[in-house]
């Protein structure tokens, strides 16, 4: 029997429409909570560092430390490896890793940051306890997820009501939690975590060039993602309806008055120290 971990899917993949938000991301838009925690000498470990803008980001922050980006795509680590390079970045290397397994011995690095990773996980106390043990004693586990099921906008629409409950079914059945967000502090504590700091951030679209690249990102992953193909392969929906979907999301993103607000949990929590030895 599979472990759960080995059951999960990553919902999304990582098609163009997919890559252009994973890009647009950066430490200040997504790891604002975790900054004022970094200092110039840290050692730092990115999960799921996608194309590698938010990594690039880390490793700037921390000029006389390190970073090391990690994903389960080999394709997209070398994704990564380019926008370092482009970026002239010699403080930052990358691999290819599982969060339930990492190749990394204990108690390794200052930090340990994953962005939008929890939710795609089968076991994500597993991935937090093993983000735990990579940590040096008094070093940071740093997690964000969004929420789905919190995400908002307005006007209704009904086809984009169809999208999220739609979205849920597919992230359960590849198995995932696409409410994660809600629930990063409840895995803390259930990994052994007891110095806990949460927090939540939104991302807003409204601006009329933000409603478009949203909506247009959304539509185009509607129909042509590796998400599209797992809603109509495990028979969440047909193309038609999928076609209904994305319409709804272009339309939504002409009307003036749109507006669209993303939901994030954060938990900034702190490895204990162990005890000291007797001497």
């Known amino acids: 029997m599979p472990k759960p971990h080995e059951t999960a899917v990553y919902t999304h993949g990582h098609h163009e429409s997919v890559l252009r938000s994973h890009t647009w991301r950066t430490a200040e838009n997504s ?28 490793a700037e922050l921390v000029p006389d430390g390190h970073v090391t980006g990690v994903d389960r795509s080999p394709e997209i680590v070398e994704r990564a490896r380019a926008t370092a390079a482009a970026r002239g970045l010699g403080n930052i290397d990358f691999a290819v890793a599982d969060v339930h397994a990492l190749d990394y011995p204990d108690d390794t690095f200052c930090v340990v940051h994953a962005h939008q990773v929890l939710q795609h996980v089968g076991d994500p106390v597993r991935a937090l306890r093993e983000m735990k043990r990579v940590a040096r004693p008094n070093g940071f586990i740093a997690v964000r997820d969004s929420d789905y099921g919190a995400m908002t906008w307005y006007p209704a629409s009904p086809g984009m009501d169809d999208w999220l409950d739609l979205y849920r079914r597919v992230a359960r059945a590849n198995g995932g939690e696409p409410d994660a967000g809600r629930r990063l502090r409840a895995w803390a504590l259930e990994a052994g975590f007891t110095d806990i700091t949460s927090t939540s951030a939104t991302w807003t679209f409204a601006a009329p060039d933000e409603r478009e690249w949203w909506s247009g990102l959304w539509a185009d992953r509607t129909l042509a993602s590796a998400y599209a193909d797992r809603a109509t392969e495990g028979g969440h929906a047909t193309i038609e309806q999928l076609r209904g979907v994305s319409e709804a999301w272009r339309e939504w993103g002409k009307r003036p008055e749109s507006w ?13 120290a162990g005890p000291t030895p007797v001497r």
């Open 31 to 58: 790891a604002a909570y975790l900054l004022g925690s970094l200092r110039p000498h840290m050692r730092v470990l990115d999960i799921g560092c996608g194309p590698g803008t938010i990594t690039a980001d880390l």
């Open 260 to 272: 669209f607000s993303v939901l994030h949990g954060e938990i900034l929590c702190r490895k204990e």
